[in-house]
């Protein structure tokens, strides 16, 4: 059966959807390309993690060539699992994936804001993304996160703050599961961005003190809003498919996921796109177009 997502004739023009490869957890980076190929993705976002082939240049250059799946981001290797890839030291993991990017032709490198307990990286953090932005065509696109909670007690994990709009970023990230779990006010968050919005993680959410990383529309999050805006907001950047699959009984169960993400993103892109062309342009005084 044809997957309609991969139809070139659905793709919105302008703003391309990538698959990140965190998407097919427990599977690989190597299944991700693969994934992203077959279902007709514009790319990909590497997730940069324990999986030895994220970390490979030379290997994701030839799963790129292989599949024909362009690389379009990294996400630097800054979770709690990966705190030892790519150097112990964070600045270490943010040079390399700018090198990455570069060399493999993304626009993008994803960066969370440090661990509070990370406090000289915190305590610079701001000034040297603006340094090393300085230093590359590559953005670097700071992402939202969220307050950790169990029970009834809240901790704040991350610094200079979960909420990266209140620092100064040439650009951001909006992660839409995690402005679920923050329960915060996303499209409030987008408006703070503003034109710094150079990058979406798309996934849903329900409020969970857990990151669900939901398919869109299955959660509560303004999913399609956020999308008709882009244009609007003059958006140049990538939507990718952030969500998780681990749960998934069966390859055609993940797969099925991961088209329904991406048929939900291209119609929704599409609409506004469609919405915009039928508005007729405004006319001055002698009837000429603005």
Known sequence: MANPAADPAARAPGVKVALSTASVYPENTATAFEIAGRLGYDGVEVMVW????????????????????????????????????????????????????????????????????????????????????????????????????????EMLAYAPDWDVTKEDYRHFTVDLSHTATARTDTMAMVDRMGDRLGHVHLADGKGSAKDEHLVPGRGDQPCAELL???????????????????????????????????????????????????????TGRAGGAV
């Not at 796109?273 to 508005?279: I, Q, S």
């Open 50 to 153: 324990t999986d030895p082939v994220s970390q490979d240049l030379d290997a994701l250059r030839a799963l790129s060539d292989r599949h024909e799946v362009p690389v379009l981001a990294i996400h630097a290797p800054c979770l709690l699992i990966t705190q030892r890839v790519w150097s112990s030291d964070p600045w270490t993991k943010l040079k390399r994936a700018k090198t990455a990017a570069e060399k493999l032709g993304a626009s993008t490198v994803v960066v969370h804001p440090p661990f509070r307990w990370q406090r000289q990286y915190a305590r610079d953090f701001v000034s040297g993304v603006w340094r090393m932005a300085g230093e590359t065509d590559v953005r670097f696109a700071v992402e939202n996160m969220y307050p950790w909670r169990y029970r009834d007690r």
């Open 228 to 282: 008709h805006g882009l244009a609007d907001r003059g958006f140049d950047g990538h939507v990718v498919i952030e969500v998780n699959t681990r749960r998934a009984v069966s390859v055609a169960e993940r797969e099925s996921d991961l088209a329904e993400a991406l048929s939900f993103t291209r119609r929704h892109l599409a609409d506004a796109r469609a919405r915009r062309l039928a508005v007729p342009p405004r």
